[in-house]
Nanobody, 119 residues
Framework: QVQLQESGPGLVKPSQTLSLTCTVS??????????WTWIRQPPGKELEWIGN???????YYNPSLKSRTSISRDTTKNQFTLQLSSVTPEDTAEYYC???????????WGQGTQVIVSS
């Protein structure tokens, strides 16, 4: 059974960089054809895809967030990390990590972590 767990600070000041880590157990982040994804849901809004890193380490970003987003991985720890720079209160959201295989639906999700951007 694959499990994903988000971790990181729940409160970030405006203009700072939000950094979250997703720790994966029960499956390798280098396993073929899997995409490891960050998704967020602002209060009262729909889910928003932030970006992902694939089994080979290639990254893909939401164009609207691309200039501020970086996703990386540590294969020795089986973790992948989101960094979102220059945050504003509009970046306040529940942040999730998730897995999908190829073009299929997401099959495993983390429980989510709330991030509030406030001074």
């Amino acid at each position: 059974q694959v499990q994903l767990q988000e971790s990181g600070p729940g409160l970030v000041k405006p203009s700072q960089t939000l950094s979250l880590t997703c720790t994966v157990s029960g499956g390798s982040i280098t396993a073929d054809y899997y995409y490891w994804t960050w998704i967020r849901q602002p209060p009262g809004k729909e889910l928003e895809w932030i970006g992902n890193i694939d089994f080979g380490g290639s990254t893909y970003y939401n164009p609207s967030l691309k200039s501020r987003t970086s996703i990386s991985r540590d294969t020795t720890k089986n973790q992948f990390t989101l960094q979102l720079s220059s945050v504003t209160p509009e970046d306040t959201a529940e942040y999730y990590c998730a897995r999908r295989r190829g073009l299929s639906d997401y099959d495993f999700w983390g429980q989510g972590t709330q991030v509030i951007v406030s001074s």
